[in-house]
């Protein structure tokens, strides 16, 4: 394995784990910012009011969107693999 297949893998690593970790952070991003909306225009100024919906969403999403990222990364791990056996 040489350098340039390497620093592909750690490339396609790090891109994998902004793809995987972005539904979940979409959806924590939207429900925290309508929660700030309700709560600004209702004046309500509560910090611990947003956790229960924002851990909801992403329960959600990961129930929604956890077969793809699971195959994203069985996917990522057997090109690993792979790589790993073709080392000399």
Known sequence: MDSETVIRL????LLLIVLVSAPP????LVVGLTVSILQATTQVQEQTLSF???LLAIFL???V???WMLAQL???TD???SAIVEVR
């Open 52 to 54: 229960v919906p924002k």
């Open 25 to 28: 952070m979409l959806a924590s």
């Open 74 to 76: 069985v996917h990522f």
């Open 61 to 63: 999403t990961l129930a």
């Open 79 to 81: 090109a690993v693999m």
């Open 10 to 13: 750690l490339r396609e690593g």
């Open 65 to 67: 969107a956890g077969p």
